[in-house]
């Protein structure tokens, strides 16, 4: 295992003041959405840096009072290039790329004022306003997701699209965000092997401080979606020293026990999860159905705790999902 040795200060220091579980947030759009937010557009979230930022401030705060510890950016989708097909300058790309950090800084100063004035850790509501660290991470998305086409769920780029142009397309972006004032860049649904090469390569050339996790996705259970090796992957992550945490998200929560066990062969890096929401479509009822919670049990989330050397991030998908997850925190902590 490469750098897996020495654990990184922010990891370490939010997972101890955390009790060793610490709480990403959960679908950003989604929640945009369940505000009145209209995100059908090629720049999806990120449409709404644009045209209504206060929907994005609202929705980090209702994750930090849901008990999150890290916000992710709205910048998965927000690329120089997009912005510029949009017809913006490249400075207004620019700017909308810091301003999703400012946004998700903002939210956590005005949330950290009332942890600190509110006299109980939870309200009278239900909010939760406990004084801890809060991490904001600046979500990276692939090339695949500027494309807009599902090639990000498939990490089918063409014989074009090779190491240098992957390299080329993130490098602006990647320097912008890590400048604006993020805690940690989150490289987000990772479709194959090139791409998390050139992650750690754009990393290294340009001497980004600011530590990143990577994060893949899968629909197999074994391999990345684009049938590269899972292996492989984590292997490239643990690797660079630049990256504190590896793991999984947009994935059905079924495949999770085996993707986690094949990163933990290769790394003992904190592990990421925060998956999909496992839920189908029944045609029959017009209905979603099966949840999280039901494709994820008590069973599953003692394994991972016990495994050697483990630091498991567990991640909340949605605000409903909080409650579900949350009572099974004081019987999985010790475990660690």
């Not at 206060?54 to 209702?62: A, G, K, S, Y």
């Not at 791409?195 to 899968?218: C, D, K, M, R, T």
């Not at 003692?302 to 409903?320: E, S």
Request: aromatic letters at 8%; proline letters at 4%; glycine letters at 6%.
């Amino acid at each position: 295992m490469g750098h897996s040795g020495h654990p990184s200060p922010l990891m370490t220091d939010l997972l101890r003041h955390s009790g060793g579980v610490a709480i990403i947030d959960g679908g950003l759009a989604t929640e945009l959405e369940r505000h009145g937010a209209d995100l059908n557009d090629p720049l999806w979230s990120a449409k709404c840096l644009l045209t209504s930022p206060h929907l994005i401030h609202t929705v980090h705060t209702d994750y930090l009072e849901a008990g999150a510890d890290i916000i992710i950016t709205a910048s998965y989708q927000a690329t120089i290039q997009g912005f510029e097909a949009k017809g913006y300058t490249t400075e207004e790309g620019e700017t909308m790329l810091r301003r999703s950090v400012e946004i998700a800084c903002e939210a956590r100063e005005a949330y950290t004022k009332r942890c600190k004035e509110a006299q109980h850790d939870i309200d009278s509501s239900g909010k939760v306003l406990k004084q801890r660290p809060i991490i904001v991470a600046a979500s990276v998305g692939s090339y695949g997701a500027y494309l807009a086409d599902g090639s990000e769920y498939s990490g089918i780029y063409g014989e074009a699209v090779n190491l240098e142009t992957l390299k080329e397309f993130h490098r602006r972006r990647v320097k912008i965000l890590a400048e604006s004032g993020a805690d940690l860049i989150a490289f987000e649904t990772i479709p194959n092997k090139v791409e998390a090469q050139a992650y750690v390569e754009l990393l290294e050339e340009e001497n980004i401080e600011v530590p990143a996790w990577f994060a893949f996705n899968s629909k197999d259970g074994i391999n990345v979606v684009s049938g590269d090796s899972l292996i492989e992957c984590a292997t490239i992550a643990d690797r660079s020293k630049r990256v504190v945490a590896v793991g999984i998200n947009c994935t059905p929560p079924r495949f999770i026990h085996e993707l986690i066990s094949s990163i933990r062969k290769v790394t003992t890096k904190p592990i990421l999860i925060y998956p999909n929401s496992g839920e189908c479509y029944d045609a029959e009822i017009k209905e979603w159905v099966v949840s999280f919670s039901q494709q994820f049990n008590v069973q599953q989330f003692g394994y991972y705790f016990q495994l050697k050397h483990c630091i498991l991030l567990i991640i909340k998908l949605l605000p409903r999902w909080y409650e579900s997850l949350s009572h099974l925190l004081p019987l999985l902590i010790p475990q660690i």
